[in-house]
T-cell receptor, first 109, second 112 residues
Framework: RKEVEQDPGPFNVPEGATVAFNCTYS??????FFWYRQDCRKEPKLLMS???SGNEDGRFTAQLNRASQYISLLIRDSKLSDSATYLC??????????FGTGTKLQVIP | DADVTQTPRNRITKTGKRIMLECSQT?????MYWYRQDPGLGLRLIYY???????NKGEISDGYSVSRQAQAKFSLSLESAIPNQTALYFC???????????FGEGSRLTVL
């Protein structure tokens, strides 16, 4: 089993839609997770941190489910500019950072 | 100016050549990393360093070597480049105990 698994997509959604991605992780001892956004041929950039209580930032909500070992990212009112690849990251207690392969989102006009 | 700077940004080379990718950072972070990214495989860790005297292999270190010349500088070398090392390479830094990575803009390497 991969340490961090994501559905590669692509998720094609219309503008204004709500879309959710899940990411599963295998290390039950991991304490914190992140969502990064990566535009085509660009470097990944931090979108949100995900802690036990979850996190919300505007249209974006990240949740952690320890019992089932997954994290989720919800995007409300999708914009064209949200089109990107979203990377799930297990920080592994800060000793080893593991990336998922990413989920591609395409928001359609 | 970027906090994490990679040079060169693009490089085309031939099989067997020695290549060095350089990374410098102004964030004052102790931890530095080299990743490669291939389509469908995501980011894979090559080497990482938690301070100047610390070097650790990542999951795909074969064929690569690194040097941590100073806190701010971490270079990646391919001693004898081969075509399957064609990829997008990223340098990243992080502060201790935060887990958040800051990436350079990437170095696109093509080995013919």
């Amino acid at each position: 089993r991969k340490e961090v698994e994501q559905d590669p997509g692509p998720f094609n959604v219309p503008e204004g839609a709500t879309v959710a991605f899940n990411c599963t992780y295998s290390n039950s001892a991991s304490q914190s997770f992140f969502w990064y956004r990566q535009d085509c041929r660009k470097e990944p950039k931090l979108l949100m941190s995900v802690y036990s209580s979850g996190n919300e930032d505007g249209r974006f909500t990240a949740q952690l489910n320890r019992a089932s070992q997954y994290i989720s990212l919800l995007i409300r009112d999708s914009k064209l500019s949200d089109s990107a690849t979203y990377l799930c990251v297990d920080s592994g207690g800060y000793q080893k950072v593991t990336f998922g392969t990413g989920t591609k989102l395409q928001v359609i006009p | 100016d970027a906090d994490v700077t990679q040079t060169p940004r693009n490089r085309i080379t031939k099989t067997g050549k020695r290549i060095m990718l350089e990374c410098s950072q102004t964030k004052g972070h102790d931890r530095m990393y080299w990743y490669r990214q291939d389509p469908g495989l995501g980011l894979r860790l090559i080497y990482y360093s938690f301070d100047v005297k610390d070097i650790n292999k990542g999951e795909i270190s074969d064929g690569y070597s690194v040097s941590r010349q100073a806190q701010a500088k971490f270079s990646l070398s391919l001693e004898s480049a081969i075509p399957n090392q064609t990829a997008l390479y990223f340098c990243a830094t992080s502060a201790q105990y935060t887990g958040e990575l800051f990436f350079g803009e990437g170095s696109r390497l093509t080995v013919l």
